[in-house]
């Protein structure tokens, strides 16, 4: 069974910047393809980033690209996601996903595994 557990969020002003982390336990070997989506308060949950297992594929939704970085360390089993040049508009609950395979997708339905999330809240 795997497991997903983020932690970092908090609250950040505008221009700030912030590092979330999630740690996967029950992968074998490196496991799959890991990312992240966000849900804002009466908005649908929307793709951010994604990593393949090598760390060298990456994928970003066009609103985070440029100030949002993911990485991750296979060695501690965990997926990073850097946020930089924070925006009122970035306040959102924000989720690691995961997958069996390693094939990137920004489809919610692709990703079978979910962290409980972390709040992002960032003030103007």
């Known amino acids: 069974q795997v497991q997903l557990l983020e932690s970092g969020g908090g609250l950040v002003q505008a221009e700030g910047s912030l590092r979330l982390s999630c740690a996967a336990s029950?992968?074998?070997?490196?496991?799959?393809?890991m990312g992240w989506f966000r849900q804002a308060p009466g908005k649908e949950r929307e793709f951010v980033a994604a990593?393949?297992?090598?760390?060298?594929?990456?994928l970003y939704a066009g609103s985070v690209e440029g100030r949002f970085t993911i990485t991750r360390d296979n060695a501690k089993n965990t997926v990073y996601l850097q946020l930089s040049s924070l925006k009122p508009d970035d306040t959102a609950v924000y989720f690691c996903v995961g997958r069996d395979n390693d094939v990137l997708t920004k489809e919610t339905d692709g990703w079978r595994y979910w962290g409980q999330g972390t709040q992002v809240t960032v003030s103007s």
């Open positions: 029950g992968y074998t070997d490196d496991g799959g393809a």
């Open positions: 990593v393949d297992v090598s760390g060298h594929i990456r």
